[in-house]
Antibody
Framework: EVQLVESGGGLVQPGRSLRLSCAAS????????MHWVRQAPGKGLEWVSGISWKSSNTGYADSVKGRFTISRDNAKNSVYLQLNNLRAEDTAFYYC?????????????WGQGTLVTVSS | QSALTQPASVSGSPGQSITISCTGT?????????VSWYQQHPGEAPKLMIY???KRPSGVSNRLSGSKSGNTASLTISGLQAEDEADYYCCSYVGSSTWVFGGGTKLTVL
């Protein structure tokens, strides 16, 4: 059974940094792309970033480009999202999702999310 | 990366059919068959319901179907059931390793 477990969320002040982690199990992690999708409380889904299975290809939403960095460690079956220079509008649940690729496909498994709250 | 356009809400009675539209542009929905649909119940993570425009993952009811014409994708749910009441989101590949979701549609089963 595919399991994705996010961690690292919390309350952080504007301008500060946070690192989210997503631990994967139940599938061959190194064969799939991974993505981060966020959802502000009571709002819709927003794709944030994706990384190919070999880390050779990454993508970012315009809203986070230059501030967020996605990475993965296939030996640890984990994907990460480094969030820098956080803003109030970054407050959201952050989900990691598994996908066949970065340039095509779909998000076929999701974690339960970790909440990031940016506030002074 | 402008969000795809979905109706804010749709409703139908049990047994009826409903269709949710998802309108993009020639740069996203119109250019790629990587269009997918997700169902989200309150307090839960999204769940993949349709991928590659019209394919259903294993375990998803055949009452759901997807289609695309030009820049608009559609999700149809036939034989509405109470359990179908949820939020639905479309998603499309946009190119350059980026993706965009629709604003979401709240489905109410009357």
């Amino acid at each position: 059974e595919v399991q994705l477990v996010e961690s690292g969320g919390g309350l952080v002040q504007p301008g500060r940094s946070l690192r989210l982690s997503c631990a994967a199990s139940g599938f061959t992690f190194g064969e799939y792309a991974m993505h981060w999708v966020r959802q502000a409380p009571g709002k819709g889904l927003e794709w944030v970033s994706g990384i190919s299975w070999k880390s050779s290809n990454t993508g970012y939403a315009d809203s986070v480009k230059g501030r967020f960095t996605i990475s993965r460690d296939n030996a640890k079956n984990s994907v990460y999202l480094q969030l820098n220079n956080l803003r109030a509008e970054d407050t959201a649940f952050y989900y990691c999702a598994k996908a066949p690729g970065v340039t095509a496909g779909y998000f076929d498994s999701w974690g339960q999310g970790t909440l990031v709250t940016v506030s002074s | 990366q402008s969000a795809l356009t979905q109706p804010a809400s749709v409703s139908g009675s049990p047994g009826q059919s409903i269709t949710i539209s998802c309108t993009g542009t020639s740069s996203d929905v119109g250019s790629y068959n990587s269009v997918s649909w997700y169902q989200q119940h309150p307090g839960e993570a999204p769940k993949l319901m349709i991928y590659d425009v019209n394919k259903r993952p294993s375990g998803v009811s055949n009452r759901l179907s997807g289609s695309k014409s030009g820049n608009t994708a559609s999700l149809t749910i036939s034989g509405l059931q109470a359990e179908d009441e949820a939020d639905y989101y479309c998603c499309s590949y946009v190119g350059s390793s980026t993706w965009v979701f629709g604003g979401g549609t709240k489905l109410t089963v009357l």
